[in-house]
């Protein structure tokens, strides 16, 4: 992640009992998978599945500068910064961009028409990310943005206005929430030392004080899902807080109960903590190896960040589509990360890239969209998915950019019955069965792009 102050080394990571626990800003899947035994929650994540692809909306103080999200001022040692500073130094320059976050073309709205647009059907918002900044009028803390440079705009609990707007587009509406929470007193003390991302006093010596971060954490969760309508998805970062690193036990079936309470059949998205508040696992910039029968979502960025940063790198259409293929064919969503801007818009870089993913969507996206996996789901450059009737299968040819698109496509297996047919035009193709395997005649002069076939 190539940032002004911040370079990402390589990932090093702890495996524990529980799941993973990472030494980088990089979470893996956690190892295993438990169902839920909610039949609503259950009920909900098929639902879920069948969407494919959504949002993750990484916004916060981090986006002024254009630096990486709250991880500048983490002590770990794959960190580096500016050394004209001291430690202290950065951290208060930090921590006083909240009174220079002034999104004064804050439209939420443009936000959700380009993520409709580019065929997304859930949304995950950063309501506060590791640095403790809310992007929500909290009560529990002064360190929010209602409070300092945007407290005087009629649009400060900015929370309220991305979820409304996604609302109106149909989107399924999610929450991401940290868990640990690095401004607060009660997680990093000023007392003691910084100790990497976790919590900085010995919380077997100070219970009180860990029993205050619960109770601030809970009543900020319960902030976050009785005050903004319907939330559909509690998506917790922060895998390392859990009771078996340093003790940070912040009682997550009590947080469950709660937070259903408020919001039955809710999805909790405990990341790489295998158990029954990890409804899904959330591998991290990268795709699991083969097929997972269970729900699962790969987070990857549009461009190397999370966040917005000038002079990014965007990965193409083509190359964001090829991902997308390879996800729902092994059984899995795409949560496609973008950085609105500082002053509060998509900007055109990114806007463009999902306007060109969007137009493939809707020319193939009944090759994607409530489909489900196939036991030969992956032969060369095709890519396999079935809809749920039985009666019909998909292959998607994943252009990988470069060369020029194939006259014709075989494989085996996954023959057809009746006819085969090009999703974006519905024309019927002409085809060949010899034993388990079949050609298939592509008309010429096909944009280059991936294309999507419906097999009957």
Known sequence: ???RHLFLLLATLLTSAAGVAQDSNVHEQSDGYEWPKEQLVVENLKRWQDLKFGVLLHWGIYAVPGIV??????DENWIT??????????????????DEFRPTQFDPSQWASVCSDAGMKYVIFTTKHHDGFCMY?????????????????????????????YRQQGFTIGAYFSKPDWHSQYYWWDVYAKKGRNVNYPVDQYPWRWEQFKRFTHRQMEEILTRYGKVDILWLDGGWVWPGRYGQDID?????????????????????????????????????????????ESCIPLTDDWGFTPHARYKTANEVVATLIEIVAKGGNLVLGVGPTPEGLINQEATERLQEIGRWLRANGQAIYGTTITPHYHEGDIWFTAGKDGQKKYAIYRYAGGGTMPAELSWTGN????????????????YKVEGNSVSVTLPQKLPLQSLALEIL
């Open 69 to 74: 999200e709250s991880w500048s001022i983490c």
């Open 137 to 165: 009028d909290s009560q529990e803390t002064d360190y929010t943005i209602a409070r300092h440079a945007f407290s005087d705009d009629p649009r400060r609990d900015v929370l309220k206005y991305v979820f409304d707007a």
């Open 81 to 98: 910064r500016d050394t004209t500073r001291t430690y202290q130094q950065y951290l208060d320059w930090y921590w006083g961009l909240a």
């Open 252 to 296: 997550m079936p009590a947080v469950a109960r709660m937070a259903r309470s408020h919001q039955p059949g809710l999805i909790i998205v405990d990341r790489t903590i295998r158990g029954p508040y990890e409804n899904y696992q959330t591998p991290e910039r990268t795709i699991p190896e083969t097929q997972l029968p269970h729900p699962w």
């Open 415 to 430: 023959l057809p019955a009746k006819s085969i047919r090009l999703l974006s035009t519905g024309k019927r193709l002409k």
């Open 1 to 3: 992640m190539k940032t």
